[in-house]
C-alpha cells in the first residue's frame, strides 16, 4: 500500500507508544532494557514497535495473514526474553495486555486504511470505465464519415464542348489577325 503523511503519523505514534510503555513496564519491574545484559530484550522490544510501525502504515505488501504471524513470532520471543530476565509473572501479562492492546489498534488502523485505499481506487477505476464507455458510445455513435446525396462536380456527359477560351475576351492573336 502506498503510504500517506497521516499513515506515517499513526506507526511513529503507535510505535513509540509501546515502545515507552514496555520500557516504562520494564522499569518498574526492576529490569533495564538499556543495560548491555539485557540487549536482546531491548531488542525484543525494538522489534515488537518496529512490527507494529509496520502494520500500522498499512502492512506488508505480503498480507495482514504475514504481518500477523510475525507479530505472533516476535511478540512471543519478547515473552520468552522477559521470562528469561527473571520478570515476574505479573509484569509479563501485564506488558503482553500492553501490547495486545496496542496491536489491536493498528490492526484496526490498518484495515479501515486498506478499506478506504479500496474504496478509492474502485472510484477511479470506475470513473476511467465510465469515461472509456462515454468514448465508445460517442464513437459508435458517429458514422465513418459524411455521406453526399450527390456530388458537387458535374458529370462528363453534362459538359459542353466548344470554345476553351471565354466568350467574352477578344483574342488578338488569333488567325485571323495574323494575316
Known amino acids: 500500500m502506498w503510504v500517506d503523511i497521516r499513515s506515517k503519523a499513526a506507526g511513529y505514534r503507535v510505535s513509540s507508544a509501546v515502545t515507552g510503555e514496555v520500557t516504562r513496564l520494564l522499569s518498574e519491574a526492576g529490569v533495564d532494557p ?3 545484559d539485557h540487549a ?4 525484543s522490544v525494538s522489534s515488537i514497535g518496529s512490527t507494529l510501525d509496520s502494520v500500522a502504515h498499512g502492512g506488508s505488501l505480503l498480507g495482514m495473514d504475514s504481518d500477523r ?5 516476535r511478540r512471543t520471543r ?3 526474553t522477559c521470562a528469561t530476565t527473571g520478570l515476574r509473572p505479573e509484569a509479563m501479562t501485564t506488558i503482553r495486555e500492553v501490547v495486545d492492546g496496542h ?21 477511479i477505476a470506475a470513473t476511467r470505465d465510465d ?10 455513435g458517429r458514422s465513418s464519415g459524411p455521406v ?3 456530388t458537387t462536380s ?15 475576351i477578344r483574342h488578338l492573336h488569333g488567325e485571323e489577325i495574323g494575316r
Open 148 to 150: 453526399r446525396a450527390c
Open 69 to 73: 504471524e510475525e507479530f505472533l513470532t
Open 34 to 36: 538499556s543495560h548491555r
Open 103 to 123: 496491536t489491536r489498534g493498528a490492526g484496526q488502523a490498518a484495515i479501515e486504511r486498506r478499506g478506504r485505499w479500496k474504496d478509492r481506487i474502485t472510484a
Open 131 to 140: 469515461a472509456l464507455a462515454q468514448r465508445q458510445a460517442a464513437t459508435a
Open 78 to 80: 519478547l515473552g520468552n
Open 154 to 168: 458535374p458529370a462528363l456527359t453534362a459538359q459542353v464542348i466548344g470554345p476553351t477560351h471565354s466568350p467574352h
Open 40 to 43: 536482546k530484550l531491548k531488542s
